[in-house]
Nanobody, 124 residues
Framework: QVQPVESGGGLVQAGGSLRLSCAAS????????VGWFRQAPGKEREFVAG????????SYADSVKGRFTIARDDTMNAVYLQMDGLKPEDTAVYFC?????????????????WGPGTQVTVYP
């Protein structure tokens, strides 16, 4: 098992940056595919970015492509989401999911473990 825990959220002005961290206890995150998701009030949880196991192939939602970057640091047993050029519509609770598979999924139901989330609020 692995227990992800997100951190790094906060309040930022539009155009600013934040770096979210997903740290893990238990097993190393390197054996899992990892996805970042977000959920705004009244909306479903949506895929933001994904990272495969081992070869670190990535994919992004169209809404964040070119602004967000997902990366893994196995020495820290963590996965990061660098968010630049933030917009008010990026406001949400951000979750890190770990999937016991090579490829990440784009649906929340495909993940085996979740963190509690971290709030990101972007004001105009």
């Amino acid at each position: 098992q692995v227990q992800p825990v997100e951190s790094g959220g906060g309040l930022v002005q539009a155009g600013g940056s934040l770096r979210l961290s997903c740290a893990a206890s238990g097993r190393t995150l390197s054996v899992f595919a990892v996805g970042w998701f977000r959920q705004a009030p009244g909306k479903e949880r949506e895929f933001v970015a994904g990272l495969t196991r081992r070869d670190q192939r990535t994919s992004y939602a169209d809404s964040v492509k070119g602004r967000f970057t997902i990366a893994r640091d196995d020495t820290m047993n963590a996965v990061y989401l660098q968010m630049d050029g933030l917009k008010p519509e990026d406001t949400a609770v951000y979750f890190c999911g770990a999937r016991n598979a090579y490829i990440f999924g784009r649906e929340p139901r495909e993940y085996d473990y979740w963190g509690p989330g971290t709030q990101v609020t972007v004001y105009p």
